[in-house]
């Protein structure tokens, strides 16, 4: 069975289905728990230089919310509520954890 993780952003309208998903293995095998940081691997602007904390985001887990399915299907679900955090506010650890 494999486990995949849904990111679910807190914004200002509540929680918002980001419909992006990550397998367990894109995780280092583990499912993130609240404190944990995750270095988004989408650039918040186009044609910018990914090593630039002004163009990542982190997301801080708040929460994590389990799926469980009833059927025999090959996949589970974990969602994380996350904040987003701009790297560019982390100081001088963003370039150290972007590296």
Do not use: C, H
């Not at 988004?40 to 630039?52: G, V, Y």
């Not at 509520?81 to 701009?86: D, K, N, Q």
């Amino acid at each position: 069975m494999s486990i995949y993780i849904r990111i679910l952003r807190r914004g200002p309208n509540g929680l918002e289905d980001s419909r992006d998903d990550y397998s367990s293995d894109q995780m280092a095998g583990q499912v993130p728990v609240p404190g944990d940081l995750i270095l988004s691997p989408w650039l918040n602007t186009q044609d910018k230089k990914p090593i630039d904390p002004e163009n990542r985001i982190f997301y801080e887990v708040t929460r994590r919310i389990f799926y469980p399915r009833n059927d025999d299907g090959e996949y589970q679900y974990v969602g994380l509520e996350v904040t987003e955090i701009p790297a560019a506010t982390m100081g001088d650890d963003a370039y150290a954890l972007i590296r």
